[in-house]
């Protein structure tokens, strides 16, 4: 058996674990992210490294990291709640610090491997992974791994104009419309109130006492994603897309977005689209991490 340490990197806590070669959890606990600096950072993990060596020989170290990450480089491009982790070359720090193989993976990617490891699309070759929260991201897989795209944009839904491109420069993203906060706003301008008063639960618990106006704008906002969701199945055509993030988990939803799919099909020699909920929450990234380190790893075996 061979043991891996594990992080997810996140802008308040990293969260970290000891796990084996089959994604099982040996021990798991969080530390706050250091706010300091590089440094502090790299301390932190090697802090958490040495503390499972004095109990498991350590097989290599799997990140999942906020930002556009060049898993070939290990430079992290973008922009993120950590500015330090963009410049450094993340992957060289940590292996010279600790003296182990690294490697790391955007979060959401993660999120989206570990579905297709031993998750809700375990079976599938290709995939989308889309991700519902303050914005709309996700995972692009293709034969089993990340596309990241000539940019590493692959996977950047919410980037898609959806509507009122002729009134404006750009138009409404998915994101700024189908994302969580985007439907706070929305209800926000509708009744009038500060947007910052308000967040995906206190909006859904509007709409269960009965106020009509939010009732709607969640109309609109399953709708919103229903249309995305169809735009990216006859644009990659997957076999199968999962949905994650918290706003995912409402009981319901998803099956609302499935009736949408179903009124939008246009006739019946067209694709049946579903939406499937993600398996895993909190860990998926920790998960995914795991096994695109795995993935790495077998690739460089095989091109010896």
Same mark, same amino acid.
């Given at each position: 058996?061979?043991?891996?340490?594990?992080?997810?990197?996140?802008?308040? @806590?990293?969260?970290?674990?000891?796990?084996?070669? @089959?994604?099982?959890?040996?021990?798991?606990?969080?530390?706050?992210?250091?706010?300091?600096?590089?440094?502090?950072?790299?301390?932190?993990?090697?802090?958490?490294?040495?503390?499972?060596?004095?109990?498991?020989?350590?097989?290599?170290? @799997?990140?999942?990291?906020?930002?556009?990450?060049?898993?070939?480089?290990?430079?992290? =491009?973008?922009?993120?709640?950590?500015?330090? +982790?963009?410049?450094?070359?993340?992957?060289?720090?940590?292996?010279?610090?600790?003296?182990?193989?690294?490697?790391?993976?955007?979060?959401?990617?993660?999120?989206?491997?570990?579905?297709?490891?031993?998750?809700?699309?375990?079976?599938?070759?290709?995939?989308?992974?889309?991700?519902?929260?303050?914005?709309?991201?996700?995972?692009? +897989?293709?034969?089993?791994?990340?596309?990241?795209?000539?940019?590493? #944009?692959?996977?950047? #839904?919410?980037?898609?104009?959806?509507?009122?491109?002729?009134?404006?420069?750009?138009?409404?993203?998915?994101?700024?419309?189908?994302?969580?906060?985007?439907?706070?706003?929305?209800? @926000?301008?509708?009744?009038?109130?500060?947007?910052?008063?308000?967040?995906?639960?206190?909006?859904?618990?509007?709409?269960?006492?009965?106020?009509?106006?939010?009732?709607?704008?969640?109309?609109?906002?399953? =709708?919103?994603?229903?249309?995305? +969701?169809?735009?990216?199945?006859?644009?990659?055509?997957?076999?199968? +897309?999962?949905?994650?993030?918290?706003?995912?988990?409402?009981?319901?939803?998803?099956?609302?977005? $499935?009736?949408?799919?179903?009124?939008?099909?246009? $006739?019946?020699?067209c694709v049946d689209i579903q939406v499937h909920p993600c398996q #895993?929450?909190?860990?998926?990234?920790?998960?995914?991490?795991?096994?695109?380190?795995?993935?790495?790893?077998?690739?460089?075996?095989?091109?010896?």
């Open positions: 058996m061979t043991y891996y340490a594990v992080f997810d990197v996140g802008g308040s @806590a990293i969260k970290y674990a000891l796990m084996n070669e @089959a994604g099982h959890f040996i021990e798991k606990s969080s530390i706050p992210t250091p706010i300091d600096g590089i440094d502090s950072f790299v301390n932190a993990i090697d802090f958490v490294v040495k503390k499972f060596q004095k109990s498991h020989v350590l097989s290599g170290i @799997a990140l999942s990291m906020p930002g556009a990450v060049d898993v070939e480089s290990g430079y992290i =491009k973008g922009v993120t709640a950590l500015p330090y +982790i963009h410049g450094p070359n993340m992957k060289k720090l940590i292996q010279e610090r600790t003296g182990l193989t690294v490697e790391l993976e955007n979060d959401a990617n993660c999120a989206g491997l570990a579905e297709g490891w031993i998750g809700a699309a375990k079976g599938n070759q290709d995939y989308i992974c889309i991700v519902i929260g303050t914005g709309i991201g996700g995972a692009l +897989i293709l034969n089993k791994k990340v596309r990241h795209g000539s940019n590493l #944009f692959g996977g950047e #839904f919410g980037y898609m104009i959806l509507e009122d491109y002729f009134e404006q420069p750009i138009g409404e993203t998915w994101s700024s419309l189908a994302a969580t906060w985007g439907l706070v706003m929305q209800v @926000a301008k509708r009744k009038n109130m500060d947007p910052y008063s308000l967040n995906g639960i206190t909006v859904f618990e509007m709409a269960d006492e009965g106020d009509l106006e939010v009732q709607d704008e969640i109309e609109k906002f399953i =709708k919103r994603l229903a249309v995305g +969701i169809y735009n990216l199945q006859y644009i990659i055509d997957p076999e199968k +897309i999962l949905i994650g993030g918290a706003i995912s988990r409402r009981e319901g939803l998803i099956d609302q977005i $499935n009736e949408k799919l179903k009124v939008m099909k246009p $006739n019946e020699d #895993f929450g909190n860990d998926s990234n920790l998960i995914g991490a795991l096994y695109h380190f795995l993935q790495r790893k077998q690739d460089s075996l095989s091109t010896r």
